[in-house]
């Protein structure tokens, strides 16, 4: 049985609800070098949204109806007499409006704002029936609904910088359900640049080098924790570093009016707004920090634990807390990486770092974090954990009244499972056997486990068959997927990758390895890849299978390590063998792209692989 992915998962959920509506190495490879970049493009500050009052006509926007853009009666416009009025019609409706703007190379800042008023004869404060989403490019800004409704109009704005230099589509999309009208109304739309001319970016990746400290105390729930978090890093980019943006992933848990994740106080630079939904944070360093340079910025910091058996959640005295604490954006020769959440894989893409992490809780919660966890006691009642962690890539914790057994791997790599209540000992037990030959085989084919013990979180409550972090996963009772989280500490963990713009570096080299440690050989497998449609292809990313969940699974699990189990029969077992722990070693603490891969498979061989990419749909 192949793995149960969350993502698999999410793609059974949505049918079953449609049918019930109707050898460690002592430090990575040195960087290839890099070309000289190109000169600098000149800033010129330009408001770049054409018509964005809708006092000229309908050109050059692009609408849904000839309704969209309009004066009529019933709404009113923030400025000047015409606005654009999405929805409104009470019945199951969808109306668009999208303009297409080339954004200024060089530029520091790139800002979208635009004047949005809501009304709706809905009456439920918790349920958002009708939406409008914002978006540029394949990213989503924001989402707003019935539950944002409001007298007047209200300004938003956000921080687009990272789109300089290319031409993209602004666009805004209103769904309505079949009844009660929700309006939304825009006007004033504007995408506005400025700043001085920006140096010319390289492809290091910056800021390098990042090292967290964390403080926290929780309440007696584990439920909720506050306390102080700071960063140091190092510009490794001969472009000067004015600023940084942190990662609040899981404030998409929740919305911006009451984030999850709050950030406040910042010392070592200047917050700005909350841009990409609320899960990313600018903050201005209190100087540009030159090449080699390093700096630190602190923060306090609130987490609140909403309900929910997920990768951040709680179920009943349970709390999961993955992806909670602020991590930096990584910047290289495209920009800042601000993709924003998906809920159907991963968006996360960060540099190795350290963390050293202290966190203050009840005595009757075990706390099982990533890294090495050293317990001791604390004041009445409560243990202080400080786990510590080299060379990982994000940190997460679960608090509760686990029951815990651990062991040891025949090659010596101490393995924790904790229990939920209802998780028999029996199954208890068969994880840990699970997890002990897990580590052993992915480490005898890639190289040694590297994060001293391994944490194993089970709970079968879950929606998604498992969730990994480094040194620390959540699954559910099952073999096949906990072989497969394992596997992830080093597809994703110790060989990095942009989750979100190549989710198939981390996914399909997982699962692919978690039929090697299954002794299953994939054979035949790719005879039944059947394409959906022409721009299907194993190297999409997130942005496109977002849009076709359905297919998620099927082609960067199924059809991903399938592709890979044809080029070890091409390569030859032997030869395969040598090509992954040899890249792993290269790639250990770095990051993966595609091309390296493709690369590095090519130099394996005297065979051309063109054509295997090719009919493979491996592109990059």
Not at 180 to 205: E, K, W, Y
Not at 206 to 222: E, F, Q, R
Not at 538 to 548: C, L
Request: hydrophobic share 40%.
């Amino acid at each position: 049985m192949r793995p149960t992915p969350r993502k698999a998962i999410v793609a059974r959920l949505l049918s079953v609800a449609a049918l019930a509506a109707v050898c460690l190495p002592s430090a990575p490879a040195a960087a290839a070098p890099h070309a000289a970049p190109a000169a600098a493009a000149a800033c010129t500050p330009a408001q770049v949204v054409t018509n964005g009052g809708f006092e000229s006509g309908t050109s050059p926007w692009t609408q849904s109806s000839t309704s969209v853009i309009t004066n009529r009666s019933g709404q009113s416009a923030h400025g000047g007499s015409s606005f654009a009025w999405l929805d409104g019609v009470g019945s199951t409706h969808t109306d668009t409006l999208s303009q297409s703007v080339t954004i200024p190379a060089g530029c520091s800042s790139a800002s979208l704002t635009f004047w949005l008023h809501i009304d709706t004869a809905e009456t439920t404060s918790s349920t958002a029936y009708d939406k409008l989403t914002a978006k540029i490019g394949s990213t989503t800004l924001a989402t707003y609904s019935n539950l944002n409704k409001a007298s007047g109009y209200t300004q938003k704005s956000f921080d687009v910088s990272a789109f300089a230099g290319q031409t993209v589509t602004v666009a805004f999309t209103g769904t309505e359900d079949s009844s009660l009208q929700t309006s939304f109304v825009l006007d004033d739309i504007a995408l506005s640049t400025s700043g001085d001319t920006t140096p010319p970016a390289d492809s290091v990746r910056t800021p390098a080098a990042p090292a967290y400290t964390v403080s926290l105390s929780s309440n007696t729930a584990g439920t909720v924790w506050t306390g102080h978090e700071s960063a140091t890093f190092t510009n490794a980019s001969s472009t000067a570093l004015s600023e940084v943006y942190l990662r609040l992933w899981d404030n998409y848990h929740g919305t911006c009016t009451a984030p999850p994740i709050t950030v406040s106080n910042v010392t070592g630079g200047t917050a700005g707004a909350l841009s990409v939904a609320c899960t990313a944070l600018k903050i201005t360093l209190a100087s540009p920090l030159a090449q080699g340079q390093s700096t630190s910025i602190g923060f306090d910091l609130g987490i609140t634990v909403p309900s929910g058996a997920d990768r951040f959640g709680y179920d009943g005295a349970f709390s999961f807390i993955g992806n909670a604490l602020p991590v930096l954006a990584v910047k290289d020769g495209a920009g800042w990486h601000l993709d924003p959440y998906t809920n159907n894989g991963e968006s996360f893409y960060s540099l190795a770092a350290d963390f050293k992490v202290t966190l203050d809780h009840p005595t009757s919660l075990l706390v099982p974090a990533t890294g090495t966890s050293v317990d001791t006691p604390g004041s009445s009642g409560r243990t202080v954990t400080t786990a510590t962690a080299s060379k990982v890539r994000d940190f997460a914790w679960a608090a509760g009244p686990f029951t815990k057994i651990s062991g040891t791997s025949p090659a010596g790599t101490a393995v924790n499972v904790y229990s939920v209540s209802g998780i028999s000992s029996a199954n208890a037990q068969s994880m840990l056997t699970t997890a002990k030959s897990a580590v052993d085989a992915h480490a005898a084919r890639f190289g040694a486990y590297p994060y001293g013990e391994l944490d194993a979180v089970i709970d079968n409550n879950f929606w998604f068959g498992g969730m990994e972090y480094p040194g620390f996963v959540l699954d559910l009772v099952s073999t096949t997927a906990l072989t497969h989280e394992i596997g992830h500490q080093w597809f994703y963990g110790i060989v990095g990758d942009d989750e979100y713009n190549s989710p198939w570096l981390d996914e399909a080299f997982t699962d692919y390895a978690t039929d090697l440690a299954q002794n299953k050989t994939g054979a035949s497998c790719w005879s039944s890849a059947s394409w959906a449609s022409s721009a299907e292809k194993i190297t999409n990313s997130m942005a496109y299978w977002d849009a076709h969940s359905s297919r998620y699974s099927t082609v960067i699990y199924g059809y991903g390590k399938c592709a890979l189990h044809d080029l070890r029969r091409l390569l030859g077992d032997t030869a395969m063998a040598k090509l992954l722990k040899d890249y792993a070693t290269s790639h250990w603490y770095g990051v993966s792209t595609t091309a390296e891969f493709k690369a590095a498979a090519q130099a394996a061989t005297t065979t051309d692989l063109t054509s295997f990419w090719t009919t493979h749909r491996i592109e990059g």
